[in-house]
């Protein structure tokens, strides 16, 4: 019998029984996933939420829909005739029982532990695209869908998932994880950068003709060292590797040298201990490019622990390091959106995540970009006030550190000197659901 995911959405579409997906949110991530899900057998989008429609029925169409896929009046129209409903309403389409997996590709944390809630009260699978989210509460989010009998899954496509299938797939073999990760973009200076600033990094490796299709806030976050960190954590959480206990050090490495660079500091290398993450940068201290870089692509270094298997490293020309002790294994790319049809065929036909939080060993601290006076508005990640370092999750904890998650649109109590870590007595908090989500989590430690 041929059980691979493809033979099984072929057998649910000849059944007329296809697996039913809810879009939230219609961005970067959205429509390079909706571009995809429309080719793909057995798998029917039957609902899209997002707050501008308008926005929402350009994408598709720039996404390669025609304008009959997306007319359904209702939801229940959308089931009789296959085709996908618009919806404001992310409600709506949350609590309509047509509805078998949620994609939250909001961006916003907070928004999307409501909905993330709201669709395991609903009996939903959910896939996190908001990584934000699951960096501030995801091994509790995972926990409860569990309690409820459904999933809760990382994003395959996006970095993480990917990074904690190369840490299952070196663990599977029988190799002690050394240290897994990605690559970026990055220099020192890059964690002071503001959305006004960035546009001097972003305009000498993208050709943007046309600003206004760029977010300067969004891709601030990728540069400032906050992506990374939150990515690192999502990694950390769901693998029960460890982060380094000052953060991502970020060291310039080409694909060649992983296993020499990112490995224990007693061996040579410059990570703290075996079994963490690191981010490798595409950029030397000076500037200058990293020839044969990893800077989209994602990584593991294994040991290899008998002498024989070091041997094999050579002997199959793998990426080893000096002495062979260690060796490397990386994927070039990770095609985001587009790769996205994996989640939701593992989760709907083998009942399996593509990565899930389990434990809380790593955090995002709000990092202090300017010296910051009290009376200030934080604006959270990619903005002009915090950057969002990796730590430990039980140093985050006994500091009182204010998660990056929670850092926006909250008030100074206190003045913040350049480079601390803003601490929740610092700033004024309003309960709300994400925050007692987020003291849930702090209370597993």
Known sequence: MNMSLYSRLQARAEDGNPVRVGVIGCGKFGSMYLTQARLTTGVQIIAIA?????????TLEKCGWPAEQYAATSL??????????????????IASDAVDIIIEATGDPVIGIRHCL???????????????AD???????????????VVYSLAWGDQPALICEHVDWARACGFKVV????????????????PDKVWGVLEKYLNIDDR?????????????????????????NATGLTPQ???????????????NICKPAKDGGVISHSGTTEVTSSLYRDGSDVPHHIGVGTYVVIEGETDYARSCFGEYHMLADDSRQYASLYRPIHMIGLELGYSVASIALRNEPTGAPYCFNGDVVAVAKKDLKAGEILDGEGGYCVWGKAWPAKTSVDHGALPIGLAHQVRLKADVAEGAVLKWSDVEVTDNQAI??????????
């Open 50 to 58: 997002d707050l501008n429609l308008e926005r929402a029925r350009t």
């Open 76 to 93: 229940d129209d959308a089931v009789r005739n296959g085709t996908t409903y618009l919806s404001d309403s992310s409600e709506a389409v």
């Open 118 to 132: 709201d669709a395991i009260d609903n009996g939903r699978h959910v896939i996190m695209v908001n990584v934000e």
């Open 135 to 149: 960096a501030l509460a995801g091994p509790v989010l995972a926990k409860r869908a569990s309690a409820a009998g």
């Open 179 to 194: 240290c897994a990760g990605k690559g970026t973009r990055y220099l020192p200076e890059y964690h002071q950068l503001t």
């Open 212 to 236: 206004s299709l760029i977010n300067p806030k969004m891709f601030n976050s990728f540069l400032d060292g906050t992506k990374s960190a939150i990515e690192m954590t999502a990694v950390c």
């Open 245 to 259: 206990p000052d953060g991502l050090n970020f060291p310039p490495a080409t694909r060649f040298e992983l296993a």
């Open 436 to 445: 007692s989500v987020r003291r849930e989590l702090e209370a597993m430690i």
